[in-house]
């Protein structure tokens, strides 16, 4: 296993923020954290990330040219931006981005009409050649055999079979174009207008090309009600295939076909989502 650094202070994120953003105050600043990343958080002014183990380290230049293809596609909200080159902090890169106005809307509540805006929107992005270099594209479907090799043995018996039939009929569904995919959307990703009008989408570290289905499923946070309201009858059941055998935010863990670094994490992940939604 590869060493992680040690867990950084409150006090290194914002020298880190600091040394980025010399000049701006962090007298407001808040400090969170996702998969993948530290964020200082400056309302208004930008947010600052903070790679959290080496693998996020040595990706984030790519991700940041990502968001620059992506900040050109004309899409209908903001997407951050890059304010600084990415800067190494002894074993960690960092980086800021652009602050994206708005906030998250409470599970189910999102109108199917504005839905359906985003995952259009997403999916009609022309893929420039430079897109296409930049972002994976899981097509080959080495994905299913990662969850059918080192996922459905671990998971407890009463699903196992359930799973493993569930995981096939994802694999075997007829291709489609690959279009972009967010491969994140719901929760606090994408933000909204008090009125409930989308303003913008963050945190494109997982977009890939492949099946825009993937992304109808995760805003499935909305309720699959409003989700088959706003999308295609066809992309709804692909939808619900592809979120069936696991949750399709699990398989989104995988897509990129590399090999899973915490298989136990990973399923006791799982086997929580089977109990709570299945």
Same mark, same amino acid.
């Given at each position: 296993m590869i060493p992680q650094p040690p867990e950084p202070t409150a006090e290194d994120l914002l020298e880190i923020a600091d040394a980025l953003l010399p000049g701006h105050s962090l007298d407001d600043a808040r400090i969170t954290a996702g998969n993948l990343h530290h964020v200082v958080l400056l309302p208004g002014t930008a947010a600052v990330r903070v790679s959290k183990r080496p693998s996020s380290a040595q990706e984030m230049p790519r991700r940041m040219e990502v968001l620059r293809e992506i900040s050109r596609?004309?899409?209908?909200?903001?997407?951050?931006? /890059?304010?600084?080159?990415?800067? +190494?902090? $002894?074993?960690?890169?960092?980086?800021?981005?652009?602050?994206?106005?708005?906030?998250?809307?409470?599970? $189910? #509540?999102?109108? /199917?009409?504005q839905i359906g805006k985003l995952l259009r929107a997403v999916r009609e992005v022309a893929v420039t050649p430079r897109l296409r270099e930049l972002l994976y594209a899981p097509g080959d479907k080495g994905w299913a055999e990662i969850l059918a090799e080192q996922v459905v043995p671990g998971l407890p018996d009463r699903w196992r079979d359930t799973c493993r039939r569930r995981l096939e009929v994802a694999r075997d569904l007829e291709p489609v174009p690959d279009v972009l995919v967010h491969g994140d959307l719901g929760g606090?990703?994408?933000? +909204?207008?008090?009125?409930? #009008?989308?303003?913008?989408?963050?945190? +494109? !570290? #997982?977009?890939?090309?492949?099946?825009?289905?993937? !992304?109808?499923?995760? *805003?499935? +946070?909305?309720?699959?009600?409003?989700?088959? *309201?706003?999308?295609?009858?066809?992309?709804?059941?692909?939808?619900?295939?592809?979120?069936? /055998?696991?949750?399709?935010?699990?398989?989104?863990?995988?897509? !990129?076909?590399?090999?899973?670094?915490?298989?136990?994490?990973y399923v006791r992940s799982i086997v929580g989502w089977l109990e709570r939604d299945c």
């Open positions: 596609a004309g899409l209908p909200f903001k997407v951050p931006e /890059p304010l600084t080159p990415v800067t +190494w902090f $002894g074993e960690r890169t960092a980086v800021a981005v652009s602050w994206v106005e708005g906030e998250e809307l409470p599970e $189910g #509540q999102g109108d /199917p009409g606090s990703n994408v933000h +909204w207008s008090r009125g409930g #009008q989308l303003v913008g989408v963050l945190d +494109w !570290d #997982q977009a890939h090309l492949f099946d825009p289905a993937i !992304d109808a499923a995760l *805003m499935a +946070w909305h309720g699959w009600d409003n989700v088959e *309201m706003a999308v295609e009858p066809e992309t709804y059941r692909r939808a619900r295939i592809y979120d069936a /055998p696991f949750g399709v935010g699990h398989l989104v863990g995988v897509l !990129d076909g590399r090999p899973l670094t915490n298989v136990e994490g």
